[in-house]
């Protein structure tokens, strides 16, 4: 019989419960003990789910405190030896100081989870590096399961992709060197498993979906045979792309099981079902576990048929990868838009639908009454769809066809561009900015709440929110910057805000998924043609720049962040959808440019992560993505200073598109790995302005002048003076005024002794001269 499961589910509780928990703790508000509930309701809640929709196998070992990675590392004794935390008696609060850094260490570095929105802790990997004994938290999470009578499938993330996933750091020459050291724990945890009475692993090489080097290719056959004797029957879980390259490499390996996205490549099944092992189980991801559209179950059903008939019982359906990447269910949508509603699909209503095609996949139980109805109820919402009339708008069509080469291009190459901005801007060596966010404290949050509400009237709203921009302009004008901003009171989130003024949007109301640690956010789900009805930024920023004579930027999200960041509609090409959202804030940046902000941000940190992972697609992706930030940007005059933002990321191999993009300055973060990333760019000879974090903002520790001095000398070494900006890695909506306005002022004045001590070596320069 076909079995069904899905790879993981959202860790973060229905109502957000694990983030507020957590912070909380942070906070001293709750104890450990109360933290430690809050986690067990959450792991029952989502075994309950799984039994309720009628899957086979119940999968835990997905609920992580902060991330999985970390956890993963947690659990084989492996975090950075730099925290001083004995691996077996790891508690909570070593665990969360790795994440977020302390007093004298700073946080682990954080990279976006392949093609996805989420953050994970990269592993750091020396020659100091020991693996042992970790935490028991994954062995209790499954005593949790086993003692309500099911079938459990702990899920864990794979000794290859845990070591490829991490960084050599300290001389480390290949961490393919602490393997053997590594595999000894993987075979530990096994054994474990195994004598607690679990039949079935589930362990994530997500790896393989990548441009893999030979070399991590050629370790897959020896790891998984040095693991199998000790271990219960292991799916090697593969997942976000084609991995049909490796079906001999996968059928040969020594598991019970492989996983493969139908998802993202239904190519791939033809390749895996042809000669698929006789001994081995082939589970095909067939929901989506990225999106929140429902399964069209016909097109699944017919796609996983022909396998039924070769695999018979040794075929599984499931989520194409684990359900964290969605919201948490559908039925906390009170008020959502009804008929965009009738398309959706939650994590929850996922795991109904993955157990669904599961029943239809027998002929007697999908001829029965129930089974017909619900692929009927389906058919209908599929078609209506494809058919209403909301999904196209005749305006922006009109405007894509008028759409010339010409409308990517900036009137004048930078040099130009730039001589005509310092002669207005006249801003000093070193010019010193923020990333746009203030932040959002509790008065801020229960205005705009009271505000959705309609307990507080417009022009209270308004004079709330004039009352923050004037405390951020004064704020900064304090703290000396030289480039102000207007604070984002008024957002609650950097593409949330946008999509709810945008036509062809909807914003749900619980639809939080987790982007890292206790950060959630709330993707707004793009259904048709994107439209802007109105300006959505121009009255708060033209009023912050009422308020000072220094140039205010305006702030917008760029149209690869909000596609990247929304859940996109899956009935047209990406690209087309990114252009739509260009054209929309080309509009937003003329009005802008109008009204006289004439400093304009337009942040694309998304650009990286919504690259490929095949390096043979790059080359389109970056075309189009390119296209879409040059659209937005280029209709603006010469002195219209063009800033762009990206944040954790590795921009080595996309620098030249990075370049393309043509923004006069690039602000991007490079405090967590000490100015690294600054070395590509110089050797790639970026052109244009840049400026280099020098503040770790996702860690509420405030860094000294002193700190923030060296960071600014290190990024002189490697970009001249005239082209180097200051300012932190990120936004600062999650911190306090209290760490701010510490960092800030530290940040100032890191920059005026740099700018003094460059004056003076020009003087010198000058005497030597004369």
Known sequence: MVQAHVLGLPRIGAQRELKFAVEAFWRGEMSEQALQDTGRRIRAANRLAQRE???????????????????TLALVGGLPERFGAAPAALTLADYFTAARGNAQQGAMEMTKWFDTNYHYLVPEYSPQTRFGTGTQWLFEDVAEALAEGVKVKPVLLGPLSLLYL??????????????PELLAQYERVLARLRAQGVTWVQIDEPILAL?????????????????????????????????????????????????????????????????????????VGVVDGRNVWRCDLTRARALVMPLVQTLGDRLWVASSCSLMHCPVDLASEARPDKEVRTWLAFAVQKLGEVALLRRSLDAAAFAAADVQAAFAADAAAQAARRTSPRIHNRVVQKRLAALTEADARRASEYPVRASAQRAWLKLPALPTTTIGSFPQTAAIRTARADFKRRTMSHLDYLETMRAQIRLAIEKQEAYGL???????????????????????????????????????????????????PEPMTVTWSAYAQQLTDKPVKGMLTGP?????????????????????????????????????????????????????????????????????????SSGVADDTQIHTHMCYSEFHDILPSIAALDADVISIETTRSDMELLSAFESFEYPNEIGPGVYDIHSPRVPSQAEMEHLIEAALARIPAERLWVNPDCGLKTRDWAQVDGALTNMVAAANAVRERLAGAHVRVQARAA
């Open 560 to 632: 690869v962040t909000m596609l990247q960041w929304s859940f996109v509609r899956d009935d047209q090409p990406r690209e087309l959808t990114a252009l739509q959202i260009a054209l929309a804030l080309r509009e937003e940046v003329a009005a802008l440019e109008k009204a006289g902000v004439r400093v304009i941000q337009i942040d694309e940190p998304a650009l990286r992560e919504g690259l490929p992972l095949r390096e043979g697609d790059w080359p389109s992706y970056l075309d189009w993505a390119v296209h879409a930030f040059r659209v937005c």
């Open 166 to 179: 991490g960084k050599e750091k300290g001389g480390l020459a290949d961490r393919l060197s602490l393997l």
């Open 482 to 532: 030289d480039v102000l901003v207007h604070g984002e009171a008024e957002r609650n989130d950097m593409v949330e805000y946008f999509g709810d003024l945008l036509w062809g949007f909807m914003i749900t109301e619980h639809g939080w998924v987790q982007s890292y640690g206790s950060r959630c956010v709330k993707p707004p789900v793009i259904y048709g043609d994107v439209y802007l």
């Open 53 to 71: 929709a009628g899957l086979d196998w119940i999968t835990v070992g997905d609920f992580h405190w902060y991330d999985q990675v970390l956890s």
């Open 211 to 283: 441009d893999l080097p030979e070399r991590w290719r050629d370790a897959f056959a020896p790891v998984y045979r040095r693991l199998a004797p000790v271990a219960p029957s292991m799916l090697l879980a593969t997942y976000f792309g084609d991995v049909s390259e490796h079906a001999a490499l996968l059928a040969a390996l020594s598991v019970a099981g492989v996983h493969v996205d139908g998802v993202r490549a239904p190519q791939q099944l033809d390749a895996f079902a042809a000669q698929w092992p006789q001994d081995k189980v082939l589970s």
